[in-house]
């Protein structure tokens, strides 16, 4: 059974950086997409970047292009989240999830993925 885990959250001034974690316990071997979303409370969860496991292919959402990257380390199971120039707008829980699936252009639907982490709040003031 795939459990995630996040960390690295935590509570930042505007403009500062932050890594997210999200390590991987369990069987991976079918999970070919690993994704960031992020949620503030009355609105829908986000997808905001997402790597595939296998190939060299990963997606950033367009608003925060520039300042959002995505990275694994496949020895460590671990997938990263860099944000910087980090904005008060930016202030979410973040969610890590894995999924399977073959349409690369659904990356950023929550119900593409099957598993998720408890998540890891950001808060960014001004």
């Known amino acids: 059974q795939l459990q995630l885990e996040e960390s690295g959250g935590g509570s930042v001034q505007a403009g500062e950086s932050l890594r997210l974690s999200c390590t991987a316990s369990?069987?991976?071997?079918?999970?070919?997409?690993m994704t960031w979303f992020r949620q503030v409370p009355g609105m829908e969860r986000e997808g905001v970047a997402s790597v595939h496991t296998r190939e060299a292919i990963a997606h950033v959402r367009d608003s925060v292009k520039g300042r959002f990257s995505i990275s694994q380390d496949a020895a460590k199971s671990t997938m990263y989240l860099q944000i910087n120039r980090l904005k008060p707008e930016d202030s979410a829980m973040y969610y890590c999830?894995?999924?399977?699936?073959?349409?690369?252009?659904?990356?950023?639907?929550?119900?593409?993925?099957?598993?998720w982490g408890p998540g890891a709040r950001v808060t960014v003031s001004s």
């Open positions: 999830a894995a999924g399977s699936f073959k349409v690369e252009g659904f990356w950023y639907l929550p119900n593409m993925y099957a598993v």
């Open positions: 369990g069987d991976t071997s079918s999970t070919n997409w």
